[in-house]
C-alpha cells in the first residue's frame, strides 16, 4: 500500500471542476490530459456553435464530462465509450456525482468505434453529414519496449489495459486512425492523445492514412502531447 496513488488512497481526482471518482479503479487523469482539453474547451466555447461529441477510450469519462460541464449550452450530448465494463460503471458513477442530465449522454460498450455505427444517424446535420464535431480519444500508449521507464506505482496499481498500446504503443492509435474519419462531421475535430517519444511515428502513420490536415501540440511540460486533426 505504500505505493499506492493518493488519488486511489482518497477515491477521486479534481479534473477541470468536476469531481473524478475512482472507486473502480479507472487511470487517474493526468494533468496533461487537463491542459489540452482545457484548450478543447475554450474552443468550443468560442465558436459558440452546438456540437455533439465522442470521448472514446473513455475510462472515468473524466473527459468528456468536463466537456459537459465546462460547455453546458454548446454541447448537446457526449457519448462514452470504453471496452472495459468496470470503466463503464465507472462513468455512470461520474456522470450521476457531477449531476449531468441523462438526457446529456449514452454510455457505450465497444472495441473503439465497433458498436457505435448505429449511432451516427442520431447525430446526423444539413450541411455537416452524419458523425460528430468532436471526437476526444487518450488512447492506452505507453509501448511496451518502453515499460522499464514507467513509474512503479503506475505498474502496480493502475489499469494496464489501459497503459500499454503494444509493443510500439501505435497499437489502438493505428486502430483508431483507421476508422475515425467516417465518424467525423465534415468541419469536425479529433483531439488525440500521444507518447511524447512517439511524434514522429504518429505523424507518419497519419501520412499513411492520407490525413491531411493535422497540427501536433506540446503540452505544459514542453513536449509533444496531442494532434489535433480537421475534417474539411
Not at 459558440?48 to 465546462?70: E, H
Amino acid at each position: 500500500m505504500d505505493n499506492c496513488p493518493k488519488e486511489y488512497k482518497r477515491g477521486f481526482k479534481r479534473f477541470l471542476g468536476c469531481k473524478v471518482d475512482l472507486s473502480q479503479k479507472p487511470m487517474i487523469p493526468r494533468l496533461e490530459t487537463e491542459f489540452w482539453l482545457k484548450k478543447a474547451i475554450k474552443t468550443i466555447n468560442q465558436e459558440k456553435k452546438r456540437v455533439v461529441c465522442l470521448d472514446i477510450f473513455a475510462g472515468s469519462g473524466c473527459i468528456g464530462i468536463a466537456v459537459l460541464k465546462n460547455c453546458s449550452e454548446l454541447c448537446q450530448r457526449m457519448d462514452f465509450v470504453d471496452i472495459v465494463k468496470d470503466f463503464l460503471k465507472q462513468i455512470k458513477i461520474n456522470l450521476d456525482i457531477n449531476k449531468i442530465s441523462p438526457g446529456k449522454y449514452k454510455i457505450i460498450h465497444s472495441d473503439i468505434f465497433k458498436s457505435i455505427k448505429g449511432e451516427l444517424a442520431l447525430h446526423r446535420t444539413e450541411g455537416s453529414g452524419a458523425g460528430y464535431d468532436y471526437i476526444f480519444a487518450n488512447p492506452p500508449y505507453v509501448g511496451l519496449d518502453k515499460r522499464h521507464l514507467v513509474q512503479e506505482s503506475v505498474l502496480d496499481w493502475e489499469p494496464m489495459i489501459a497503459i500499454f498500446g503494444g509493443e510500439d504503443g501505435l497499437f489502438y492509435i493505428r486502430k483508431f486512425l483507421k476508422d475515425a474519419r467516417k465518424h467525423l462531421k465534415r468541419g469536425g475535430k479529433i483531439y488525440l492523445e500521444f507518447d511524447h517519444m512517439r511524434k514522429k511515428e504518429t505523424e507518419e502513420l497519419l501520412r499513411q492514412l492520407k490525413y491531411k490536415n493535422y497540427k501536433f501540440h506540446k503540452d505544459q511540460f514542453g513536449k509533444w502531447r496531442w494532434v489535433v486533426i480537421r475534417q474539411f
